[in-house]
């Protein structure tokens, strides 16, 4: 019986040992993940998380639009490639929960120690199964798989929001370039200016006043070309880490479509459907879900924990028996009680971060209501008596070129034109902001952007 019994726990270990996972090492990369060059990246639309399956390739001629900025920001991104990992995590911590436990092989061997005649080698075997971990574990399932649906749509949320961040950086890079461009003529034209007045102030013609007005000019013109470039060099950078491109890497975006103001009715329309639409409140909501299933499994566990099991066992008179075992928790002094008031606290917590979060979601869309107001009449406002500057600047050259206007008003008058134009753009620039916020706040249905989808 001894080496039956030596043999049934052989046969149990190899089991458990084939059952086991085996490790293998996972080395961290020496190459940057970053992109090497924009031809390399060949991406398809379908790839994205949208109903067409209709291809969409990138084509770098004409640089690039808005759309594939946002597909080439989804699909390259470092930081989503990192989010998205959490989704790995998320399903396996719901699949452990589902996995039921596993029972407990018990088993002991006793030998004589005084050598007795006619006594023999006592020996047990018990199998026993914790039935209490069963009561509450659909629960814990439930609340697992609401985390895992919770995840899914905080890393949706986090595609969306790296979309806007990524075309929000595509326009003010290429409006960046208008100014730019508006800037170095300028600064040609200033150049050219204090050169001929220079030479005319040798020559007696001009007096010292014309010539320092001319430098003043230039060189503020000169101090805003400087800090616009380093402004752009890092609106630039910013858009290519987004993009996950290397630094080293040019590239150029389109020309941009013309700007609209959205429809204020759709958009207070799609603010009612708020809570269906838009992945961080849903992420909150599956949150606040997974915690009412905590607290059901926290409810349940207070429930008496219920071993059973059986045994088979020989004594040293070589009498065989069978048994029969029953475990059972008495909850007199915990209950879980504790574990159940922290469970209930913590749902009144996301509770009110989810009022939190929706009251500024509205918030958010009514500023953004207002402000596109704002930028609008400005910029009709200023787009009106544009025209009208322009024409009294290009007199007013004329004439300053005459000597017939002081140097003072002629540098006032075309510094406040240059200026204007430049609020232009920026105007310009505010305006295509906040119909990207729109978009990606609102789900706008010609946004691209994917709807809240089940997990898989």
């Given amino acids: ?123 047990s075997l018990g199998l026993s199964y914790d039935l209490g971990s069963l009561i509450n574990r659909q629960a814990r399932l439930d609340a697992e798989q609401s985390v895992q649906m919770q995840v899914q749509l905080e890393v949706l949320w986090q595609e969306w929001q790296v979309i806007q961040r990524a075309q929000t950086l595509a326009v003010r890079y290429k409006l960046e370039a208008r100014r730019l461009a508006l800037l170095k003529s300028m600064r040609s034209l200033y150049a050219d200016r204090f050169k001929k007045s220079r030479r005319a102030l040798a020559e007696g013609n001009v007096t010292m006043d014309n010539n320092g007005i001319d430098l003043t000019a230039l060189l503020d013109s000169l101090s805003q070309l400087s800090q616009l470039e380093q402004t752009h060099n890092q609106t630039r950078h910013a858009l290519g880490l987004l993009l996950g491109l290397q630094s080293n890497i040019e590239f150029a975006i389109a020309e941009l479509p013309p700007e609209k103001n959205l429809d204020t009715v759709l958009l207070r329309r799609q603010l009612k459907r708020l809570p269906e639409l838009r992945p961080d409140l849903l992420a909150l909501k599956a949150g606040y879900q997974a915690q009412e299933s905590r607290i059901r499994a926290a409810i349940l566990a207070q429930f008496p924990s219920f071993n059973l099991g059986v045994s088979r066992a020989r004594d040293t008179g070589n009498v065989y028996t069978n048994g029969f075992n029953i475990g059972l928790s008495l909850p007199l002094f915990n209950g879980n009680k504790g574990v159940i008031a922290v469970e209930r606290a913590t749902r009144e917590q996301l509770y009110q971060e989810y009022q939190v979060r929706r009251a500024q979601a509205d918030d958010d869309i009514a500023r953004l209501l207002d402000l596109q107001t704002i930028i609008s009449r400005q910029r009709d406002s200023l787009m009106q008596y544009l025209p009208t500057l322009e024409s009294i600047v290009m007199r007013a050259r004329k004439a300053y070129q005459r000597g017939d206007l002081n140097a003072l008003t002629f540098l006032s008058l075309e510094s406040t034109w240059l200026n204007k134009r430049l609020e232009a753009i920026s105007l310009l620039q505010n305006q295509w902001e906040i119909q990207i916020s729109f978009q990606v706040l609102l789900a706008l249905p010609d946004s691209g952007l994917s709807p809240p989808k089940p997990p898989r």
């Fill in 1 to 123: 019986m001894t080496r039956v019994y030596a043999r049934i726990l052989l046969s149990a270990g190899f089991s458990l040992l084939s059952a086991c996972a085996s490790y293998s090492p996972l080395p961290l990369p020496e190459a940057s993940p970053l992109a090497v060059s924009l031809s390399s990246l060949q991406v398809k639309a379908s790839q994205l998380r949208t109903d067409t399956q209709s291809l969409y390739p990138l084509n770098f001629s004409d640089g690039l639009d808005l759309t594939e900025i946002a597909m080439l920001a989804v699909l390259m991104n470092p930081e989503l490639r990192a989010q998205r990992a959490r989704l790995g995590v998320a399903r396996a911590q719901a699949f452990a929960a589902g996995v039921l436990p596993d029972p407990q092989l018990a088993s002991s061997l006793d030998h004589p120690a005084d050598g007795g005649v006619a006594l023999v080698d006592a020996w």
